[in-house]
């Protein structure tokens, strides 16, 4: 369609560029190779939109995965483990990575210069969390008081454990979810929630819940292990 | 003072015509008669030629500055393109008059197969107008790999794989038109010799034999029906004719000739400003395999031939078609040298156009579009609509990044992006149950490959659970054996849970 | 015009038979000598010419890395240097196949080429499928054929290992009528 647009304004062209011979003067100015350099602020989004707009969402929202233009996550993530993600990939997840040995072969230049892209675009005033972010700073679960902190916040919207009843948002304790979701991820998901799904984070507000509330790191921990120990369950 | 210049000039020529003779070897053939009716039908043949001249002039100024090495060749280009001056627009001049000339020989081509022209006495300025249409294919081919691009690099790889199919003496073949055993600086170099001496220089032979044929035969009247060729007749007819009704070829049918590559021209001109030179585009590094190859436009439609083609009979297709298709070419005149030659009165040779006309522009239309390739990178740069991942369960959110992950879209597209090998997965779950689009994942099949071992149970289900919820709007939830899996109907409930939430 | 010579001699008046007689035999003995003198001449151009379909191109053994490149359960791109490269080739020598390490210490060596008509697969991990952008030929991690136009999977590298250096045997563009 654009290939026949443009043999037409050639066409069109012809005419213009015969009565305006002065403008041909200018042509050799206009040199086509110079187009071709982008400018090095646009190079990470760039990379972002060839290499993880598929999973992340156009532009850092309203992907599958994790929103990424989340100023708090940034903050609380920090640079360096998130320079280590991008080269990486996350481990037992589905994101390959970028960095040298995976999909997009960046060098650590280029990672560190598209994570920068990113603290810059997407994580003005981000502030990180006072609970640690990952599973390796959390302190260990308990399930028992994870059923009780997942029946009071959890399940007015994800159902409770095994239900055969369709839930709103639908079940966190499907096994096969279960399977293909890591701890870490888990942690994120509550920490953070999915804010352009509706889902809120640790800090609440819950639906459906007459007191407002905010989740320890501690409980957080729980609800992880409460998760795991429902599909150990059903196994 | 302009009398003293025009006894001078006309001294100079007289001079010149008493030493050489070329005005009366000139005049008659500028002045030689064609048909009176020979109007703008005739100007394709004139244009091909000034489209040859515009190819070879540009062509050798190229040469001036393009390094026919395998190391060289593509930053000589560059060079050419960034640095020297005019150097960009030269080469895209040499590239969109190129384009232009095979254009130009295929409208003469058509007219002359559609107006009979070939019939006797012209069966050899026929045949050896067929010989022209391959020299030029043959140019435009080797054209394409003095750019020493990636497109050129694998389109040699394609070549190469075709030749060496021939059975026998395929691999003899192969490495005689690569000059060695692999795609190197010996290719490039003869390719170089071909296009720019071989080819031109038999090019250049052939028109002068198409000429000489012209002015030995002359040009074809517009056929009128009734009006039968008769060899017995024919050309004591035709001079009959052409001695009452003719008018000189300068000025009354040059002028239209003038007219018409003077347009074409400006046109080109403008094109080859507007769009640029084509190419080089990836360097021509067999390690980077990110390569997307494509042949020019000329020969798209042998690339779909190719992708659409059974396997089964590939090979014998391409080794066949071809002779075939060059002997019928070569023969047709002999075949057919008498006779109607209006249109009206060739219902079948009409039919036989037609269809070759439509077959060509389709499969260079398929080729453009390539449905059959993978979009490589549609796995990672295209997202997944947003519309479908709004009130969708854990789960599903889960098989939205399989389908990601596994590069699913690079063969399926959703929401009209992404390869388009496969069916779109938009409205799947309508089309498919449960367990039909497990099997699809698993076993593959209607040239799928087959998941089966690549997924696990859990990705799997995750990838069913998410393509069920692609249905149009309205459409029922087809009845799923199986559906206890499933943890929600996304097209009800969800929408209203996102805004409670938000409350 | 020049082909006056062609006329037989019996229409010329019998006055100047010498010269006839003498470009008769002069004629001859030129085309002989024309015809030695181009024989020997083609010894050189026929054999320039179709030396590349004469020649035995050999393959070589190449030494594409350490095994510990290559590690188990990942198909990894080896690159190597042509053996048969030559001067003007530039980045053209530069060759690339796909390594793929599915047990200790064995491995499969994949030719980039297609089968069909010799485009660049590339390898996708993820779902463990090389794939062809030309045709949309398709493979398993096995290199055994999946789907698209290819009559046949990949072609294999012989290789082998010596002090812990992975080898194959390359030198040739791959292709149908030869085991690579």
């Known amino acids: 369609m654009s290939a026949a647009f443009k043999n037409i304004a050639a066409l069109v062209g012809v005419i213009v560029a015969a009565a305006c011979l002065q403008a041909c003067g200018k042509i050799s100015a206009t040199d086509p190779a110079d187009t071709v350099v982008a400018s090095l602020p646009q190079a990470a989004m760039t990379n972002y939109a060839e290499n993880c707009s598929a999973c992340h969402g156009a532009n850092g929202v309203n992907g599958a995965a994790r929103q990424l233009a989340d100023a708090n996550y940034l903050a609380s993530v920090g640079r360096e483990a998130l320079i280590n993600i991008t080269t990486n990939g996350v481990p037992g997840g589905f994101c390959p990575g970028s960095g040298p040995a995976s999909l997009a072969h960046w060098n650590p230049k280029q990672v560190a210069e598209f994570v920068d892209g990113m603290l810059d675009a997407w994580g003005k005033n981000g502030v990180a969390l006072s609970i640690p972010w990952s599973v390796k700073l959390a302190p260990a679960g308990n399930a028992s008081n994870g059923q009780a902190v997942y029946a009071a916040t959890c399940q007015s919207c994800h159902g409770a454990p095994g239900a055969t009843v369709a839930s709103a948002s639908g079940s966190v304790t499907d096994p096969n979810y279960l399977r293909l979701i890591t701890d870490q991820g888990l942690r994120s998901a509550i920490l953070f929630g999915r804010p352009e799904r509706g889902m809120p984070g640790w800090s609440g507000p819950f639906p459906h819940q007459a007191v407002d509330r905010k989740l320890s790191s501690q409980e957080i921990s729980d609800v992880v292990v409460f998760l795991r120990s429902t599909a150990s369950q059903k196994q | 003072m302009f009398r003293t210049i025009k006894n001078m000039v006309g001294g100079l020529l007289g001079w010149t015509e008493s030493r050489s003779g070329v005005i009366t070897f000139v005049q008659p053939i500028l002045t030689h008669r064609v048909p009176r009716d020979a109007k703008w039908w005739y100007v394709f043949g004139s244009a091909s030629l000034m489209f040859f001249s515009i190819q070879v002039i540009t062509g050798i100024l190229l040469a001036t500055m393009y390094v026919p090495s395998a190391a060289e060749a593509y930053s000589s280009l560059q060079y050419i393109d960034q640095q020297v001056p005019f150097g960009w627009m030269l080469r895209a001049l040499h590239a969109w008059s190129s384009n232009a000339m095979i254009l130009m020989v295929v409208i003469h081509m058509s007219q002359v197969f559609l107006h009979a022209s070939f019939k006797f006495p012209r069966e050899l300025m026929w045949m050896v107008g067929v010989l022209l249409l391959f020299c030029t294919l043959a140019l435009a081919f080797t054209g394409q790999i003095m750019r020493w691009d990636q497109d050129a690099y694998w389109g040699l790889g394609i070549g190469a794989a075709i030749v060496d199919r021939v059975p026998m003496l395929g691999n003899q073949m192969r490495n005689v038109m690569l000059g060695g055993p692999y795609i190197g600086g010996a290719t490039l170099s003869r390719f170089f010799a071909l296009h720019v001496f071989v080819l031109p220089g038999l090019t250049i032979g052939l028109i002068g034999a198409h000429m000489a044929l012209i002015l030995k035969n002359g040009i074809s009247e517009m056929p009128k029906p009734g009006m039968v060729v008769d060899p017995k007749t024919y050309v004591a007819e035709y001079e009959e004719r052409i001695k009452k009704t003719g008018v000189a070829f300068m000025p009354d049918a040059a002028q239209r000739d003038m007219v018409f590559c003077g347009l074409m021209l400006i046109i080109v001109g403008f094109l080859a400003w507007y769009l640029g030179p084509v190419g080089p585009n990836g360097i021509p590094n067999p390690t980077i395999i990110d390569a997307n190859p494509r042949p020019d436009y000329a020969f798209l439609w042998i690339f779909t031939a190719m992708a659409l083609m059974p396997p089964q009979i590939e090979t014998a297709v391409l080794l066949i078609a071809p002779p075939i298709v060059v002997l019928f070419l070569l023969g047709l005149p002999l075949i057919s040298n008498r006779g109607e030659r209006a249109p009206s009165r060739r219902p079948g040779a009409v039919v036989v156009y037609v269809l070759t006309a439509t077959a060509l522009g389709t499969l260079t239309w398929l080729g453009v579009v390539s449905a059959w390739s993978p979009v490589m990178d549609a796995w990672t740069s295209l997202p997944t609509p947003v519309k479908y991942l709004v009130g969708r369960t854990p789960l599903e959110m889960q098989g939205a990044l399989v389908i990601q992950h596994s590069q699913c879209r690079n063969c399926h597209s959703l929401g009209g992006e992404g390869g388009l090998r496969g069916p779109n997965l938009d409205n799947v779950g309508s089309r498919k149950s449960w367990d039909q689009l497990v099997r699809q994942v698993q076993q593959g099949g209607g040239n799928m490959p087959a998941y089966g071992k690549n997924l696990s149970s859990a990705e799997t289900t995750a990838v069913v659970a998410f393509m069920t919820t692609l249905r149009n709007a309205g459409a029922p939830e087809s009845t799923i054996p199986g559906a206890m899996e499933r943890q929600s109907s996304p097209d009800q409930a969800p929408k209203a849970v996102v805004g409670d939430v938000g409350q | ?180």
């Not at chain 3, 470009?23 to 000598?33: A, C, P, T, V, W």
């Not at chain 3, 010419?49 to 053994?61: D, E, F, G, R, V």
């Not at chain 3, 297609?114 to 090389?130: N, Y």
């Not at chain 3, 290992?161 to 690579?180: F, H, T």
């Open chain 3, 1 to 180: 015009m020049s082909c006056d010579c062609s006329n037989t001699p019996s229409d010329q008046p019998a006055q100047t038979p010498p010269p006839n007689a003498r470009r008769g035999f002069m004629l001859k003995f030129g085309i002989g000598l024309m015809g030695i003198g181009g024989a020997i001449a083609s010894i050189p151009i026929i054999g320039y010419a179709i030396t590349p379909a004469l020649k035995k191109y050999k393959n070589s053994w190449i030494d594409l890395g350490g095994t510990e490149d290559f590690p188990e359960g990942e198909t990894r791109l080896g690159k190597f240097t042509n053996p048969n490269a030559a001067p003007t080739d530039g980045e053209s020598a530069e060759q690339a196949v796909w390594v793929r390490s599915y047990k200790p210490a064995q491995f499969q060596v994949f030719a980039v080429n297609c089968a069909h008509l010799g485009c660049p697969v590339k390898w996708f991990q993820q779902s463990k499928l090389f794939m062809c952008p030309c045709h949309g030929g398709v493979y398993y991690e096995d290199g055994s054929h999946a789907s698209g136009p290819p009559p046949r999977g990949l072609f294999e590298y012989k290789w082998k290992i010596v002090d812990g250096r992975l080898l194959i045997d390359a030198g040739r563009l791959p292709g149908l009528e030869q085991s690579v």
